[in-house]
């Protein structure tokens, strides 16, 4: 059935959605009305977690996919495959999902019962690969299928340019817009480092004074020059620095220990009534660490919630026994 427009109108203007992927993108800014209160400089969130699958990766999912598309690698026959344990899996199954296109993914088989059925739910076809071989064993399996299935088309997050093009054209503009221009800093978290480059490239070119803060794991400090070693935030500190990561546009980097990480986010919930993933809470006390210093009185500091509500999950009631029972078994963070 093709797509018509309707004369009705739902309440936040957008009118009704052709699909799910229309709704990918405008998330909202809010305000800390109690985290960070006597601070002279003001944090705003930016909550990644409003769009459909919760999580930023929704943005380059929709994009790599489309890139693909207009490129003519994406034909209605084509099997999409990725290696990812994460949002990013989760974000490419829904699209893929509304775009009618056949998604195999690649990942260890000790990932949670849990994330693999949300995946099969979007209709995602998982190919599991032994645990000791980590991320790594997942990645080369994607090869593999690749040279049995010629039609196959691997969006390759990691180095991808319309990962971080995605935040470039959206994510960035919509900060500015909804700031007025006033934003100071940005603080985000660096994964794949899609969402800092695309974010930092926009605002550096609308306002060159622009501070960009990336935050990584004090665990893994493999940005700021550190080993890549085991850590609890998940979604950020890949372990090695990513292709599509633009190390010119980052300014200052923070390590965030991964017990403040949890423990940020946990106050997020229950002081600001915002469900948010470890990844966002290591960003937010990276944005207070930076509110404190006295050169960045009066400013506006932004910081990148890129991940939704592990607190709905039933696995994650266990976080006030063991963090590290809520790391492996929660689908989101």
Same mark, same amino acid.
């Given at each position: 059935?093709?797509?018509r427009t309707s004369k009705y109108n739902i309440h936040n203007g957008r009118g009704i959605a052709s699909n799910i992927t229309e709704l990918i993108g405008n998330t ?54 990725? %290696? ?74 990691f180095e991808n340019p319309a990962n971080p093009e995605s935040h470039y054209k959206t994510t960035a503009e919509e900060i500015w817009r909804d700031t007025d221009g006033k934003v100071d800093i940005l603080v985000a978290g660096v994964g794949t480092g899609g969402t800092i480059s695309g974010i930092a490239r ?76 470890? %990844? ?23 910081? %990148? ?29």
């Amino acid at each position: 059935m093709e797509n018509r427009t309707s004369k009705y109108n739902i309440h936040n203007g957008r009118g009704i959605a052709s699909n799910i992927t229309e709704l990918i993108g405008n998330t909202p800014l809010v305000r800390l009305n109690k985290i960070g209160s006597g601070l002279k400089a003001e944090i705003i969130l930016k909550l990644e977690s409003f769009n459909p699958t919760h999580s930023a990766k929704d943005r380059p999912a929709l994009y790599m996919i489309k890139k693909a598309e207009q490129e003519g690698k994406l034909i209605p026959s084509s099997i999409v495959i990725e %290696s990812t344990s994460g949002n990013t899996g989760i974000a490419l199954a829904a699209v893929c999902a509304a775009k009618g296109y056949r998604l195999m993914l690649t990942m260890p088989e000790n990932f949670s019962v849990e994330r693999r059925r949300l995946l099969r739910l979007l209709g995602a076809e998982l190919v599991l690969t032994p645990a000791e071989l980590g991320m790594q064993g997942a990645i080369e399996k994607t090869a593999e299928l690749k040279a049995k299935l010629p039609q196959a088309f691997i969006p390759n997050q990691f180095e991808n340019p319309a990962n971080p093009e995605s935040h470039y054209k959206t994510t960035a503009e919509e900060i500015w817009r909804d700031t007025d221009g006033k934003v100071d800093i940005l603080v985000a978290g660096v994964g794949t480092g899609g969402t800092i480059s695309g974010i930092a490239r926009g605002l550096k070119a609308a306002k060159p004074s622009i501070r960009i803060i990336a935050v990584e794991p004090a665990e893994s400090p493999v940005i700021s020059g550190g080993e890549p070693q085991p850590h609890l935030i998940q979604g950020i500190g890949a372990g090695f620095i990513p292709r599509i990561l633009s190390l010119e546009l980052i300014d200052k980097v923070i390590r965030v220990p991964g017990k403040e990480a949890v423990n940020m986010a946990l106050r997020l919930a229950r002081e600001e009534g915002i469900m948010a993933g470890i %990844s966002s809470g290591a960003a937010l006390w990276a944005a207070l660490e930076t509110a404190k210093q006295a050169e960045n009185s009066g400013k506006l500091i932004v910081a %990148s919630c890129r991940t939704a509500a592990n607190g709905i999950c039933p696995a994650c009631l266990w976080v006030t026994r063991s963090i590290f029972t809520y790391i492996n078994m929660c689908i989101y963070c």
